[in-house]
Structures are given as C-alpha cells and as structure tokens.
C-alpha cells in the first residue's frame, strides 16, 4: 500500500519559512508518481499548492506561492520537500500531501494522502 506521512509546519511570524517534507513508501523507485501538496484555510477553497512529477522533474505551483515556495524531491528519503519563504497571513492552513501513481504534475487529484499538518504565519 502507498503510504504518505508529512512532517513540518508550525506558526512563524510574516515573512517567515518553513519546510515541509512528505515521505512516501509503498512505491518502486521505477514507479512514476505525481506528489505534492495541497492546502485547506477555514472559509477558502482546497488548493492544490505545488506538485512535482517524478519521472521528469516538471514542477507547478500556485500563481499565490510562485516565487516564494519551491517543491523538490530527496531520493535517499523517498520523499518531497516544501521549502516556504516570505510566508503571508494567508498562506495560514492545513497542508496536506497527495500522490498519484503512474501520472504527472498537472493531473494531480490526490489516489492517496497524508495527514495535514497546520501552518500558522501571524501578522
């Protein structure tokens, strides 16, 4: 079974960063997978944040995020990274991560998720 577990978040004050990590397991590393991270805030629309595609690297990121967070991947830990700088009051919610098996970045939906963990950027 494809299991996520994310790791990170917490609260920082404006223009503060964070870094969020996913592991996943359950994958061959022959398996290409889309994974990333979507986020939920109270009264807002579920957002899909950034995603990268393992086979081929391509990445994509909220028009939001774009500039401030960068997605990667570390292959010894089997896992995705979040690396959030500048971070704004608005950037406030429960991160979840999600991987697809056998599709890409932009097909993202989420076969499988991880726990949310809660980021909070006081003004």
């Known amino acids: 079974d494809v299991q996520l577990q994310a790791f990170g978040g917490g609260a920082v004050p404006t223009g503060g960063s964070l870094r969020l990590s996913c592991a996943i397991s359950?994958?061959?590393?022959?398996?290409?997978?889309?994974i990333g991270w979507f986020r939920q805030a109270p009264g807002k629309r579920h957002e899909k944040v950034s995603c990268?595609?393992?086979?081929?690297?391509?990445?994509s990121y909220a028009d939001s995020v774009k500039g401030r967070f960068t997605i990667s991947t570390d292959s010894a830990k089997n896992s995705v990274e979040l690396q959030m700088d500048n971070l704004q009051p608005g950037d406030t919610g429960t991160y979840y991560c999600?991987?697809?098996?056998?599709?890409?970045?932009?097909?993202?939906?989420?076969?499988?998720w991880g726990q949310g963990t809660q980021v909070t950027v006081s003004s």
């Open positions: 999600a991987a697809d098996i056998g599709s890409k970045c932009w097909a993202l939906r989420g076969q499988h």
């Open positions: 359950g994958v061959s590393v022959f398996d290409e997978y889309a």
């Open positions: 990268i595609t393992t086979s081929n690297g391509g990445t």
